[in-house]
């Protein structure tokens, strides 16, 4: 079944009286699994109050492109690269001139020209408009640039005419939209994914750990998941939730972790070690708080185990994918990784870069495989979790 599960639908709503169906469709889009964010156009407040889809959201509505308040936080541009689609139901006649002409006269078409996302449209107005070879070439126009129209449907109309032209009912935009999304790359794989730092004990109050957010091993979780994938997420102390419909395994240290993934590889297709692990660990955990001695102290360590070389070596053995957060070299010590611990994928990114890597919402990465490997331009981590499972799923496909 299709779904959009961790997806940010922007819906506009533009004046026309279909707009009070755009009530049903925010809940329609949540049912399967959108978060929604509302722009309506002036005339759309005519119809429905934006209090009705605020509260059906969960989030402000949004109407003026020039809006001070919104500006400080989420302003036009920004929501238009949260958007992973934006939706309009219903788009006027009036509304698809302006898209077709490349009009930026309110914030709902300053959107449509400014989010990469799909765009997709579901017309509603009187049959005689939608019949005019304006409209009609308006939406030809629209379609030829790769904007998506679901309807309009035939029927009775609010002015007594009949004909095509009413907006499409809400249940069947949403399926629409989340068929535009509908991704099977992973239906039926049963993927393992580490994600965060571990930590190592010192004694009860202190630990050895690092920088690692989670974000990256959450974000593919979240991707796999729309990628039709049983997804099992096994987590080192992070600040996170926990991705829908994801089972997710909570470990401290580098050897629980181990224990956790050892239980479930030799079951999954595919293992992606996107978790920070610490190198090394105290030699000895102290029962008791260390306390503050000389100018000097030493802490003896003793190596941690290698996660994903021992999943790689295991057998049966899943399509195994690890991560190489380096700062210098990068490449090189990605490949050198790749091939030393006889990993079928590798993603490599520089975590010395500036805005990039640990706890950061962007990265920039290189993915590398034994016949190849793949630069990932500076994206969001989400953005790039869908293209890194993308290759995953095209790579783990092929015989090794």
Request: hydrophobic share 45%.
């Amino acid at each position: 079944m299709a779904h959009l599960f961790n997806r940010n639908v922007v819906l506009g709503v533009s004046g026309g009286i279909a707009a009070y169906k755009s009530a049903e469709l925010v809940r329609q889009l949540k049912t399967l699994g959108a978060t929604v964010r509302v722009v309506m156009t002036r005339g759309a407040q005519e119809f429905i109050t934006p209090l009705t889809l605020q509260a059906l959201s969960g989030n402000p509505v949004h109407s003026e492109l020039l809006d001070s308040e919104a500006e400080l936080g989420m302003g036009h541009i920004e929501l238009a690269r949260w958007a992973d689609l934006l939706l309009i139901a219903p788009a006027t006649a009036d509304l698809l001139a302006r898209l077709a002409g490349g009009r930026a006269d309110d914030l709902l078409t300053t959107l449509a020209l400014a989010t990469p996302a799909p765009i997709l449209l579901a017309p509603a107005m009187n049959q005689q408009m939608w019949r005019d070879p304006a409209t009609l070439a308006n939406a030809d126009t629209l379609r030829q640039r790769g904007v998506h129209l679901v309807g309009p449907a035939a029927g009775e109309q609010a002015c007594g005419d009949v004909g095509p032209g009413r907006m499409e009912e809400p249940n069947l935009i949403a399926e629409h939209a989340a068929a535009l999304f509908a991704n099977t790359a992973l239906a039926g794989k049963r993927v393992v994914i580490t994600a965060g730092p571990t930590r190592e004990a010192l004694d009860p109050v202190r630990y050895l750990s690092n920088h690692s957010s989670g974000k990256m091993g959450y974000a593919l979780a979240r991707a796999a998941v729309e990628a039709g994938a049983r997804t099992t997420l096994v987590s080192g102390p992070v600040g996170l939730a926990t991705p829908e419909h994801v089972e997710r395994v909570d470990v401290i240290s580098a050897r629980d972790m181990l224990a956790a993934c050892q239980e479930r590889s030799a079951s999954c297709d595919i293992f992606i070690a996107c978790a920070a692990v610490a190198d090394y660990r105290p030699a000895e955990i102290q029962d008791q708080k260390i306390k503050k001695g000389g100018e000097h102290s030493s802490l003896a360590l003793v190596r941690n185990p290698d996660i994903v070389a021992a999943v790689a070596a295991g057998s049966p053995r899943p399509f195994t994918v690890g991560f190489a957060a380096e700062t210098r070299d990068v490449l090189n010590y990605a490949r050198d990784k790749l091939a030393r611990k006889n990993l079928d994928m590798i993603v490599a990114n520089d975590v010395a870069a500036e805005g990039l890597g640990f706890a950061s919402d962007e990265n920039e990465v290189t993915v590398i495989w034994r016949e190849g490997e793949q630069a990932l331009a500076r994206a969001g981590k989400q953005t790039l979790a869908r293209q890194i499972i993308q290759l995953i799923a095209t790579h783990a496909g092929q015989p090794q």
